[in-house]
């Protein structure tokens, strides 16, 4: 995660040397990072907010792990549906890896905004998101030159939008 944030040239080239197979990365990687995320809603929830209380840290945390899961799933699908209109083969599994680790940002974000409740002008750094899917899109899904910053720009908008479209759903239906 540290070497997407600070240098994403360099974070990509070790994804790209790595032959770890989906279930390394889903177990090792994205699930402890999804479940990081639980804790620090949980805990935001419980502690931070103004009258907190386990009812609200509960469905604060459960709403938190629905959207970003569900915003892994679903960009990864829509995207894996429209790699050959950028030029890349179909293979679901490799575009997963490419959403997941093109999330970081995303994923900080959700690890950061329980504890800074009422400053959501920290949502401006998911614009990093850009640079990061970018980064990725030349150097480990190898997107032709003329389609990869249409290709990026999908990318990052699915990868940003579709768990705050989730999250602003569910916390709706919740309350």
């Known amino acids: 995660m540290a070497q997407l944030l600070v240098a994403p040239h360099v ?29 620090a809603s949980f805990v935001g929830g ?30 990864s699908y829509i ?29 900080l974000l959700y690890l950061l905004t329980p504890f800074l409740n009422n400053f959501l002008i920290i949502w401006l750094l998911a614009l990093y ?12 899904l190898q997107v032709p030159e003329e389609k990869k910053i249409s290709f990026s720009l999908l990318a990052s908008a699915l990868i940003v939008f579709i768990p705050l479209a989730i999250q602003l759903l569910f916390s709706t239906l919740m309350n």
């Open 129 to 140: 998101t850009v640079h990061v899917a970018n980064t990725g899109a030349t150097l480990y």
């Open 46 to 75: 419980l502690w931070i907010v103004r009258d907190g209380n386990l009812e609200f840290a509960l469905k604060r945390s459960i709403v938190s792990v629905v959207a970003v899961y569900g915003g892994y799933f679903l960009a």
């Open 11 to 39: 974070g990509w080239r070790e994804i790209k040397k790595e032959r770890k197979t989906t279930h390394d990365f889903l177990y090792r990687y994205l699930h402890p990072v999804f479940g990081v995320i639980a804790l």
């Open 79 to 107: 995207l894996n549906e429209t790699a050959v209109h950028f030029g890349i083969e179909k293979n679901v599994s490799r575009l997963r890896k490419f959403v997941g680790f093109a999330s970081v940002v995303v994923y």
